[in-house]
Protein backbone atom coordinates (compact mmCIF):
# COMPACT_ATOMS: atom_id res chain seq x y z
CA UNK A 1 0.00 0.00 0.00
CA UNK A 2 1.60 3.42 -1.17
CA UNK A 3 2.71 5.93 2.12
CA UNK A 4 -0.13 8.46 1.64
CA UNK A 5 -2.85 6.18 1.26
CA UNK A 6 -1.41 4.43 4.71
CA UNK A 7 -1.09 7.29 6.27
CA UNK A 8 -5.02 8.29 4.95
CA UNK A 9 -5.82 4.90 6.19
CA UNK A 10 -4.50 5.87 9.82
CA UNK A 11 -6.36 9.23 10.10
CA UNK A 12 -9.26 7.54 9.09
CA UNK A 13 -9.10 4.99 11.96
CA UNK A 14 -8.54 7.83 14.16
CA UNK A 15 -11.02 10.01 13.30
CA UNK A 16 -8.61 12.37 12.06
CA UNK A 17 -9.56 13.30 8.66
CA UNK A 18 -12.68 15.31 7.35
CA UNK A 19 -12.69 13.81 4.56
CA UNK A 20 -15.25 11.51 6.45
CA UNK A 21 -19.01 11.63 6.31
CA UNK A 22 -19.92 10.38 9.69
CA UNK A 23 -20.87 13.65 12.19
CA UNK A 24 -18.13 14.71 14.09
CA UNK A 25 -19.21 13.32 17.66
CA UNK A 26 -19.47 10.08 16.06
CA UNK A 27 -15.90 10.21 15.18
CA UNK A 28 -14.59 11.61 18.09
CA UNK A 29 -16.90 8.90 19.95
CA UNK A 30 -14.88 6.14 17.43
CA UNK A 31 -11.86 7.50 18.48
CA UNK A 32 -12.47 7.37 21.88
CA UNK A 33 -13.40 3.76 21.66
CA UNK A 34 -10.61 2.83 19.59
CA UNK A 35 -8.17 4.47 22.50
CA UNK A 36 -9.41 2.43 24.94
CA UNK A 37 -9.09 -0.56 22.82
CA UNK A 38 -5.20 0.13 22.29
CA UNK A 39 -5.31 0.85 26.12
CA UNK A 40 -6.68 -2.49 27.03
CA UNK A 41 -4.51 -4.47 24.56
CA UNK A 42 -1.36 -2.26 26.20
CA UNK A 43 -2.29 -3.34 29.77
CA UNK A 44 -2.53 -6.84 28.30
CA UNK A 45 0.47 -7.18 26.84
CA UNK A 46 1.93 -5.79 30.54
CA UNK A 47 0.49 -8.44 32.48
CA UNK A 48 1.27 -11.53 29.73
CA UNK A 49 4.80 -10.10 29.61
CA UNK A 50 4.56 -10.50 34.01
CA UNK A 51 2.68 -13.57 33.74
CA UNK A 52 5.78 -14.92 32.16
CA UNK A 53 8.66 -13.38 34.32
CA UNK A 54 6.07 -14.51 37.37
CA UNK A 55 6.22 -18.06 35.37
CA UNK A 56 9.66 -18.20 35.34
CA UNK A 57 10.59 -17.31 38.37
CA UNK A 58 8.20 -19.97 40.30
CA UNK A 59 9.76 -22.60 37.69
CA UNK A 60 13.28 -21.92 38.84
CA UNK A 61 11.90 -22.80 42.50
CA UNK A 62 10.34 -25.59 42.13
CA UNK A 63 13.42 -26.79 39.55
CA UNK A 64 15.49 -25.92 42.85
CA UNK A 65 13.19 -27.36 45.42
CA UNK A 66 13.13 -30.61 43.21
CA UNK A 67 16.74 -31.12 43.52
CA UNK A 68 16.53 -31.64 47.10
CA UNK A 69 15.16 -35.29 48.81
CA UNK A 70 11.89 -35.61 49.62
CA UNK A 71 12.34 -35.27 53.46
CA UNK A 72 14.60 -32.06 52.48
CA UNK A 73 11.88 -30.74 50.77
CA UNK A 74 9.63 -31.27 53.65
CA UNK A 75 11.81 -29.81 55.90
CA UNK A 76 13.35 -27.43 54.49
CA UNK A 77 12.25 -25.84 51.60
CA UNK A 78 8.71 -25.91 51.75
CA UNK A 79 8.40 -22.67 53.97
CA UNK A 80 10.32 -20.85 51.49
CA UNK A 81 8.59 -21.49 48.75
CA UNK A 82 5.54 -20.53 50.52
CA UNK A 83 7.26 -17.33 51.12
CA UNK A 84 8.25 -17.03 47.65
CA UNK A 85 4.73 -18.00 46.26
CA UNK A 86 3.10 -15.33 48.51
CA UNK A 87 5.81 -12.70 47.63
CA UNK A 88 4.88 -13.06 43.72
CA UNK A 89 1.61 -13.49 43.85
CA UNK A 90 1.52 -10.03 45.84
CA UNK A 91 3.36 -8.50 42.85
CA UNK A 92 0.45 -9.46 41.02
CA UNK A 93 -1.62 -6.70 43.03
CA UNK A 94 0.51 -4.33 41.58
CA UNK A 95 -0.38 -2.25 38.42
CA UNK A 96 2.99 -2.34 36.00
CA UNK A 97 3.48 -0.43 33.30
CA UNK A 98 5.23 -1.06 29.49
CA UNK A 99 8.27 0.21 31.31
CA UNK A 100 7.86 -1.77 34.49
CA UNK A 101 7.68 1.37 36.97
CA UNK A 102 4.69 1.73 39.37
CA UNK A 103 1.72 3.99 38.16
CA UNK A 104 0.14 4.65 41.89
CA UNK A 105 -0.84 8.35 40.31
CA UNK A 106 -2.83 6.99 37.83
CA UNK A 107 -5.13 4.54 40.13
CA UNK A 108 -4.56 6.84 42.88
CA UNK A 109 -6.80 9.64 40.79
CA UNK A 110 -8.35 7.56 37.92
CA UNK A 111 -11.83 5.65 38.92
CA UNK A 112 -12.79 2.57 37.12
CA UNK A 113 -15.69 4.52 35.38
CA UNK A 114 -12.80 7.00 33.89
CA UNK A 115 -10.86 3.97 32.54
CA UNK A 116 -13.30 1.47 31.46
CA UNK A 117 -10.52 -0.55 29.67
CA UNK A 118 -9.46 -1.41 32.98
CA UNK A 119 -12.26 -3.64 34.50
CA UNK A 120 -11.88 -6.63 32.21
CA UNK A 121 -8.33 -6.50 32.81
CA UNK A 122 -8.29 -6.57 36.53
CA UNK A 123 -10.21 -9.76 35.88
CA UNK A 124 -8.13 -11.26 33.92
CA UNK A 125 -5.33 -10.33 36.89
CA UNK A 126 -7.46 -11.64 39.51
CA UNK A 127 -8.19 -14.74 37.60
CA UNK A 128 -4.43 -15.10 37.19
CA UNK A 129 -3.57 -14.80 40.76
CA UNK A 130 -6.15 -17.09 41.60
CA UNK A 131 -4.63 -20.08 39.23
CA UNK A 132 -1.01 -19.55 40.11
CA UNK A 133 -1.84 -19.79 44.02
CA UNK A 134 -4.38 -22.39 43.45
CA UNK A 135 -1.59 -24.31 41.47
CA UNK A 136 1.09 -23.82 43.55
CA UNK A 137 -0.50 -24.33 46.66
CA UNK A 138 -1.63 -27.60 45.71
CA UNK A 139 1.31 -28.84 44.65
CA UNK A 140 2.46 -27.75 47.51
CA UNK A 141 -0.32 -29.96 49.64
CA UNK A 142 0.65 -32.91 47.50
CA UNK A 143 4.60 -32.35 49.05
CA UNK A 144 3.24 -32.60 51.97
CA UNK A 145 1.02 -35.54 51.40
CA UNK A 146 4.39 -37.39 50.09
CA UNK A 147 5.17 -38.56 46.98
CA UNK A 148 4.27 -41.79 45.75
CA UNK A 149 5.50 -43.22 42.70
CA UNK A 150 2.63 -44.03 39.94
CA UNK A 151 3.03 -46.17 36.78
CA UNK A 152 0.21 -45.89 34.66
CA UNK A 153 0.06 -48.07 31.64
CA UNK A 154 -2.04 -49.16 29.08
CA UNK A 155 -2.48 -52.59 28.36
CA UNK A 156 -5.77 -53.57 25.93
CA UNK A 157 -7.92 -52.21 23.79
CA UNK A 158 -11.64 -53.43 23.36
CA UNK A 159 -13.24 -52.46 19.97
CA UNK A 160 -16.57 -53.42 18.70
CA UNK A 161 -19.41 -50.89 19.65
CA UNK A 162 -20.59 -48.79 16.31
CA UNK A 163 -21.03 -45.22 18.58
CA UNK A 164 -19.50 -43.89 21.78
CA UNK A 165 -19.95 -45.63 25.46
CA UNK A 166 -21.44 -44.17 28.20
CA UNK A 167 -20.58 -46.21 31.17
CA UNK A 168 -18.61 -49.55 31.98
CA UNK A 169 -18.51 -51.61 34.74
CA UNK A 170 -16.49 -54.61 36.25
CA UNK A 171 -17.62 -57.95 37.96
CA UNK A 172 -16.36 -61.56 38.65
CA UNK A 173 -18.74 -64.03 37.31
CA UNK A 174 -17.84 -67.97 37.51
CA UNK A 175 -14.48 -67.27 37.63
CA UNK A 176 -14.21 -65.43 34.77
CA UNK A 177 -13.17 -61.63 34.68
CA UNK A 178 -16.29 -59.52 32.95
CA UNK A 179 -16.21 -56.28 31.46
CA UNK A 180 -19.88 -54.71 30.67
CA UNK A 181 -20.48 -51.72 28.30
CA UNK A 182 -23.21 -49.28 27.12
CA UNK A 183 -23.31 -47.85 24.06
CA UNK A 184 -25.26 -44.88 22.08
CA UNK A 185 -25.00 -47.88 19.21
CA UNK A 186 -28.23 -49.21 21.12
CA UNK A 187 -26.85 -52.31 22.71
CA UNK A 188 -24.82 -53.33 25.88
CA UNK A 189 -21.66 -55.90 25.66
CA UNK A 190 -20.20 -58.14 27.83
CA UNK A 191 -16.50 -58.94 27.56
CA UNK A 192 -13.67 -61.59 28.83
CA UNK A 193 -11.32 -58.97 30.30
CA UNK A 194 -8.18 -61.46 30.25
CA UNK A 195 -9.05 -62.34 26.50
CA UNK A 196 -10.58 -59.35 25.20
CA UNK A 197 -12.87 -61.25 23.44
CA UNK A 198 -17.00 -60.28 23.06
CA UNK A 199 -19.06 -62.75 25.12
CA UNK A 200 -22.39 -61.55 25.13
CA UNK A 201 -24.54 -58.59 22.89
CA UNK A 202 -27.43 -57.37 24.18
CA UNK A 203 -29.95 -55.90 21.53
CA UNK A 204 -33.39 -55.71 23.59
CA UNK A 205 -33.54 -51.75 23.62
CA UNK A 206 -34.63 -49.05 21.08
CA UNK A 207 -32.65 -46.95 22.25
CA UNK A 208 -29.04 -45.52 23.52
CA UNK A 209 -28.19 -47.92 26.29
CA UNK A 210 -26.87 -45.15 28.81
CA UNK A 211 -26.07 -47.42 32.08
CA UNK A 212 -25.09 -50.90 32.65
CA UNK A 213 -25.35 -52.49 36.02
CA UNK A 214 -24.41 -55.96 37.26
CA UNK A 215 -26.81 -57.87 40.35
CA UNK A 216 -23.78 -58.57 43.37
CA UNK A 217 -24.83 -62.04 43.92
CA UNK A 218 -26.37 -63.41 40.82
CA UNK A 219 -25.84 -63.80 37.12
CA UNK A 220 -28.19 -60.65 36.40
CA UNK A 221 -27.74 -57.11 34.70
CA UNK A 222 -29.46 -54.42 34.43
CA UNK A 223 -29.75 -51.78 31.51
CA UNK A 224 -30.96 -48.00 31.49
CA UNK A 225 -32.02 -46.71 28.10
CA UNK A 226 -32.53 -44.09 26.10
CA UNK A 227 -36.53 -45.44 24.97
CA UNK A 228 -37.21 -45.11 28.63
CA UNK A 229 -37.08 -48.22 29.85
CA UNK A 230 -34.66 -50.89 32.13
CA UNK A 231 -34.05 -54.12 30.98
CA UNK A 232 -32.98 -57.10 33.37
CA UNK A 233 -31.20 -59.92 31.85
CA UNK A 234 -29.75 -62.90 32.64
CA UNK A 235 -25.83 -64.15 31.31
CA UNK A 236 -26.39 -67.78 33.44
CA UNK A 237 -23.62 -69.85 31.05
CA UNK A 238 -21.59 -71.65 33.59
CA UNK A 239 -17.79 -71.16 31.89
CA UNK A 240 -17.95 -67.92 29.33
CA UNK A 241 -14.84 -69.30 27.91
CA UNK A 242 -16.64 -72.09 26.62
CA UNK A 243 -18.74 -69.60 24.39
CA UNK A 244 -16.83 -70.52 21.05
CA UNK A 245 -17.79 -73.85 21.40
CA UNK A 246 -21.59 -73.50 20.84
CA UNK A 247 -24.62 -74.16 22.41
CA UNK A 248 -27.52 -72.80 23.72
CA UNK A 249 -28.08 -70.19 26.77
CA UNK A 250 -31.76 -70.20 27.03
CA UNK A 251 -35.01 -70.10 25.02
CA UNK A 252 -35.02 -66.34 25.10
CA UNK A 253 -31.31 -66.04 24.25
CA UNK A 254 -29.90 -66.87 20.13
CA UNK A 255 -26.85 -67.55 19.04
CA UNK A 256 -25.30 -65.60 16.57
CA UNK A 257 -21.72 -64.63 14.73
CA UNK A 258 -21.29 -61.31 15.91
CA UNK A 259 -18.10 -59.87 13.56
CA UNK A 260 -15.80 -57.13 14.35
CA UNK A 261 -14.86 -54.43 11.78
CA UNK A 262 -12.81 -52.31 13.13
CA UNK A 263 -9.22 -52.78 11.94
CA UNK A 264 -6.76 -52.94 14.75
CA UNK A 265 -8.85 -54.04 17.20
CA UNK A 266 -9.10 -57.42 19.43
CA UNK A 267 -10.37 -60.78 17.79
CA UNK A 268 -14.04 -60.98 19.47
CA UNK A 269 -14.33 -64.39 17.66
CA UNK A 270 -18.06 -65.43 18.11
CA UNK A 271 -20.24 -64.49 20.42
CA UNK A 272 -24.37 -64.73 21.63
CA UNK A 273 -27.05 -62.29 21.09
CA UNK A 274 -29.52 -61.80 23.17
CA UNK A 275 -32.61 -60.12 22.57
CA UNK A 276 -35.03 -60.61 24.85
CA UNK A 277 -34.87 -59.48 29.05
CA UNK A 278 -36.27 -61.43 31.67
CA UNK A 279 -38.23 -58.24 32.76
CA UNK A 280 -38.97 -54.83 31.73
CA UNK A 281 -39.70 -51.71 33.58
CA UNK A 282 -41.74 -48.90 31.90
CA UNK A 283 -43.05 -46.33 33.51
CA UNK A 284 -40.86 -43.05 32.95
CA UNK A 285 -42.36 -40.60 30.67
CA UNK A 286 -38.04 -39.26 29.72
CA UNK A 287 -34.73 -41.10 29.29
CA UNK A 288 -33.67 -42.92 31.80
CA UNK A 289 -29.90 -42.31 32.72
CA UNK A 290 -28.80 -44.55 35.38
CA UNK A 291 -30.27 -47.99 37.14
CA UNK A 292 -28.81 -49.57 39.64
CA UNK A 293 -29.45 -52.51 42.32
CA UNK A 294 -29.96 -51.42 46.00
CA UNK A 295 -28.33 -53.32 48.71
CA UNK A 296 -30.24 -56.63 48.78
CA UNK A 297 -30.33 -57.01 44.96
CA UNK A 298 -34.73 -57.50 45.40
CA UNK A 299 -34.98 -53.73 44.24
CA UNK A 300 -33.77 -51.60 41.70
CA UNK A 301 -33.48 -47.99 41.21
CA UNK A 302 -33.95 -45.84 37.86
CA UNK A 303 -33.38 -42.12 37.17
CA UNK A 304 -34.27 -40.31 34.41
CA UNK A 305 -34.96 -36.83 32.53
CA UNK A 306 -38.57 -36.76 33.61
CA UNK A 307 -36.96 -35.34 36.83
CA UNK A 308 -37.87 -38.52 38.98
CA UNK A 309 -36.30 -41.90 40.17
CA UNK A 310 -37.91 -44.97 40.92
CA UNK A 311 -37.68 -47.83 43.18
CA UNK A 312 -38.79 -50.86 41.39
CA UNK A 313 -39.79 -54.64 43.03
CA UNK A 314 -37.90 -56.75 40.66
CA UNK A 315 -39.66 -59.96 41.46
CA UNK A 316 -43.22 -57.85 40.62
CA UNK A 317 -41.87 -55.30 38.13
CA UNK A 318 -43.84 -53.08 39.93
CA UNK A 319 -43.04 -49.31 41.26
CA UNK A 320 -42.58 -49.25 44.67
CA UNK A 321 -41.84 -45.44 45.34
CA UNK A 322 -41.68 -42.21 42.88
CA UNK A 323 -38.69 -40.07 44.26
CA UNK A 324 -39.31 -36.42 43.10
CA UNK A 325 -37.59 -33.29 44.51
CA UNK A 326 -34.84 -32.39 41.33
CA UNK A 327 -36.04 -29.07 39.54
CA UNK A 328 -34.26 -30.41 36.36
CA UNK A 329 -33.31 -33.45 34.47
CA UNK A 330 -31.22 -36.30 36.75
CA UNK A 331 -28.05 -37.30 35.25
CA UNK A 332 -27.20 -40.24 37.23
CA UNK A 333 -27.65 -42.34 40.19
CA UNK A 334 -25.28 -44.64 41.94
CA UNK A 335 -26.37 -46.96 45.68
CA UNK A 336 -24.26 -47.46 48.53
CA UNK A 337 -22.70 -51.05 48.48
CA UNK A 338 -23.77 -52.26 51.76
CA UNK A 339 -26.14 -50.48 53.20
CA UNK A 340 -30.12 -48.84 51.55
CA UNK A 341 -28.47 -45.54 50.42
CA UNK A 342 -29.18 -43.85 46.96
CA UNK A 343 -27.09 -40.86 45.37
CA UNK A 344 -28.79 -39.40 42.73
CA UNK A 345 -27.72 -35.88 40.25
CA UNK A 346 -29.15 -33.67 38.51
CA UNK A 347 -28.65 -30.39 36.19
CA UNK A 348 -30.26 -28.31 39.18
CA UNK A 349 -26.64 -28.45 40.54
CA UNK A 350 -27.89 -30.27 43.29
CA UNK A 351 -27.56 -34.23 44.56
CA UNK A 352 -29.93 -35.57 46.90
CA UNK A 353 -28.61 -38.58 49.74
CA UNK A 354 -31.67 -40.72 50.24
CA UNK A 355 -32.21 -43.00 52.80
CA UNK A 356 -34.76 -46.57 52.36
CA UNK A 357 -32.76 -48.36 55.48
CA UNK A 358 -35.89 -47.54 57.45
CA UNK A 359 -38.90 -49.26 56.19
CA UNK A 360 -41.37 -46.85 57.54
CA UNK A 361 -39.51 -43.81 57.17
CA UNK A 362 -37.52 -42.84 53.55
CA UNK A 363 -35.77 -39.44 54.12
CA UNK A 364 -33.96 -37.23 51.62
CA UNK A 365 -31.27 -34.74 52.42
CA UNK A 366 -29.92 -32.11 49.42
CA UNK A 367 -26.72 -30.64 48.79
CA UNK A 368 -25.99 -27.97 46.96
CA UNK A 369 -22.02 -27.79 46.53
CA UNK A 370 -21.84 -27.33 42.61
CA UNK A 371 -22.46 -24.38 40.47
CA UNK A 372 -23.49 -26.12 37.31
CA UNK A 373 -24.91 -29.47 36.50
CA UNK A 374 -23.93 -32.86 38.72
CA UNK A 375 -22.91 -35.31 36.30
CA UNK A 376 -22.16 -37.99 38.67
CA UNK A 377 -21.76 -39.19 42.39
CA UNK A 378 -20.63 -41.85 43.79
CA UNK A 379 -20.54 -43.92 47.60
CA UNK A 380 -16.60 -44.50 48.46
CA UNK A 381 -17.49 -45.82 51.91
CA UNK A 382 -18.02 -43.61 54.44
CA UNK A 383 -17.98 -40.56 51.26
CA UNK A 384 -19.51 -39.44 48.79
CA UNK A 385 -17.74 -37.83 45.82
CA UNK A 386 -19.42 -35.84 43.14
CA UNK A 387 -18.20 -34.36 39.61
CA UNK A 388 -19.55 -31.46 37.93
CA UNK A 389 -19.71 -29.45 34.56
CA UNK A 390 -18.07 -26.72 36.63
CA UNK A 391 -14.92 -28.63 36.31
CA UNK A 392 -14.63 -29.50 40.27
CA UNK A 393 -14.69 -32.33 42.44
CA UNK A 394 -15.84 -32.26 45.77
CA UNK A 395 -15.22 -35.18 48.43
CA UNK A 396 -18.27 -35.32 51.25
CA UNK A 397 -18.01 -37.41 54.77
CA UNK A 398 -21.49 -38.78 55.50
CA UNK A 399 -21.00 -37.84 58.94
CA UNK A 400 -20.60 -33.62 58.12
CA UNK A 401 -21.95 -33.23 54.78
CA UNK A 402 -22.43 -29.11 55.72
CA UNK A 403 -19.23 -28.50 53.49
CA UNK A 404 -16.88 -30.88 51.29
CA UNK A 405 -14.07 -32.34 52.70
CA UNK A 406 -11.84 -31.57 50.12
CA UNK A 407 -12.20 -29.89 46.56
CA UNK A 408 -10.19 -30.72 43.54
CA UNK A 409 -10.25 -27.72 40.82
CA UNK A 410 -9.73 -28.99 37.33
CA UNK A 411 -9.88 -27.73 33.71
CA UNK A 412 -12.55 -29.49 32.23
CA UNK A 413 -15.97 -30.83 32.88
CA UNK A 414 -15.87 -34.11 34.55
CA UNK A 415 -17.85 -37.30 33.35
CA UNK A 416 -18.47 -40.31 35.31
CA UNK A 417 -15.74 -40.63 37.67
CA UNK A 418 -14.97 -43.58 39.64
CA UNK A 419 -13.75 -44.47 43.36
CA UNK A 420 -11.88 -47.44 44.58
CA UNK A 421 -9.02 -47.93 47.35
CA UNK A 422 -9.27 -44.15 48.23
CA UNK A 423 -8.89 -43.40 44.22
CA UNK A 424 -10.98 -40.91 42.35
CA UNK A 425 -10.67 -41.35 38.43
CA UNK A 426 -11.92 -38.76 36.65
CA UNK A 427 -12.55 -38.94 33.25
CA UNK A 428 -12.84 -35.63 31.06
CA UNK A 429 -14.67 -33.42 28.54
CA UNK A 430 -10.97 -32.60 27.17
CA UNK A 431 -9.61 -36.33 26.39
CA UNK A 432 -7.78 -36.50 29.63
CA UNK A 433 -8.11 -39.24 32.61
CA UNK A 434 -6.56 -37.89 36.56
CA UNK A 435 -6.08 -39.14 39.67
CA UNK A 436 -6.73 -37.99 43.03
CA UNK A 437 -6.90 -39.68 46.17
CA UNK A 438 -10.10 -38.67 48.61
CA UNK A 439 -7.96 -35.73 50.41
CA UNK A 440 -7.30 -33.91 47.61
CA UNK A 441 -3.92 -34.78 46.43
CA UNK A 442 -3.31 -35.29 42.56
CA UNK A 443 -1.66 -38.71 41.99
CA UNK A 444 -1.28 -39.10 38.23
CA UNK A 445 -2.29 -38.02 34.72
CA UNK A 446 -2.82 -41.05 32.46
CA UNK A 447 -0.90 -40.91 29.52
CA UNK A 448 -2.27 -39.69 25.82
CA UNK A 449 0.81 -39.68 23.85
CA UNK A 450 1.55 -41.28 20.79
CA UNK A 451 -2.00 -42.36 20.80
CA UNK A 452 -2.42 -44.04 24.04
CA UNK A 453 -5.13 -42.42 25.39
CA UNK A 454 -8.95 -41.63 23.90
CA UNK A 455 -9.76 -38.95 20.84
CA UNK A 456 -12.60 -38.12 21.93
CA UNK A 457 -14.28 -37.00 25.48
CA UNK A 458 -14.18 -39.71 27.91
CA UNK A 459 -17.56 -40.67 29.16
CA UNK A 460 -16.93 -43.17 32.22
CA UNK A 461 -14.12 -45.10 34.31
CA UNK A 462 -14.38 -48.31 36.28
CA UNK A 463 -12.08 -49.91 39.00
CA UNK A 464 -11.87 -53.79 38.35
CA UNK A 465 -10.57 -54.60 41.78
CA UNK A 466 -8.63 -57.88 41.60
CA UNK A 467 -4.98 -57.42 43.00
CA UNK A 468 -3.52 -60.14 40.06
CA UNK A 469 -5.47 -58.40 37.34
CA UNK A 470 -3.43 -57.72 34.63
CA UNK A 471 -6.00 -54.15 33.96
CA UNK A 472 -7.28 -52.61 37.14
CA UNK A 473 -8.87 -49.39 35.85
CA UNK A 474 -10.76 -48.99 32.66
CA UNK A 475 -12.11 -45.85 30.68
CA UNK A 476 -14.69 -45.13 28.23
CA UNK A 477 -14.69 -42.95 25.59
CA UNK A 478 -17.49 -41.34 22.61
CA UNK A 479 -14.07 -42.41 20.01
CA UNK A 480 -16.01 -45.96 20.29
CA UNK A 481 -13.36 -47.82 22.28
CA UNK A 482 -12.36 -48.66 26.09
CA UNK A 483 -9.15 -49.04 27.04
CA UNK A 484 -7.61 -51.18 30.01
CA UNK A 485 -5.26 -49.57 31.84
CA UNK A 486 -2.85 -50.85 34.89
CA UNK A 487 -2.21 -48.53 37.72
CA UNK A 488 0.46 -49.61 39.84
CA UNK A 489 0.74 -47.66 42.84
CA UNK A 490 4.52 -47.92 44.96
CA UNK A 491 3.26 -46.55 48.25
CA UNK A 492 0.54 -48.85 49.18
CA UNK A 493 -2.50 -47.75 47.10
CA UNK A 494 -3.39 -49.87 44.16
Not at 302 to 309: Q, V
Not at 374 to 399: H, M
Request: with cysteine; proline share 2%.
Amino acid sequence: MPKAKQRSSRRLWRGETNESALPPPLRSRLADLFGQIEREFEIICSENAMRYSLNVEIDKNWINLASHSPTQQQDLHLDTVQEKVEYLTDKLDQNVTLDGSRDDQDFSTKTKRDRPGIIASSSVLTHMKSTYKGKVSQAITNLKAGNNSVECKREKIFLGHRDGIWEIRCTDYANNALLGTASADHTACIWDIDSGQRLIQYQGHEGSVNSIRFHDKEPLVCTGSGDSSAHIWRINIGNLRDFSVGGNLNSDEDMMNIGNNYEGSVDTGNGYVIRNSILQLRDHTGVITAADWLQDGDQIVTASWDRTAKLWDVHTGMVIQTLTGHEEDITYAATHPTQNLLVTSSKDTTFRLWDFRSSSIHSVNVFQGHSNTVTSCVFAKDKIVSGSDDRTVKVWDLKNMRSPSATVRLDSAINKLAVSNNIIAIPHDNRHIRLYDLNGNRIARLPRSNGQGHKRMVCCTAWYDNDNALCNLFSASFDRKVIGWNINMQNGNS
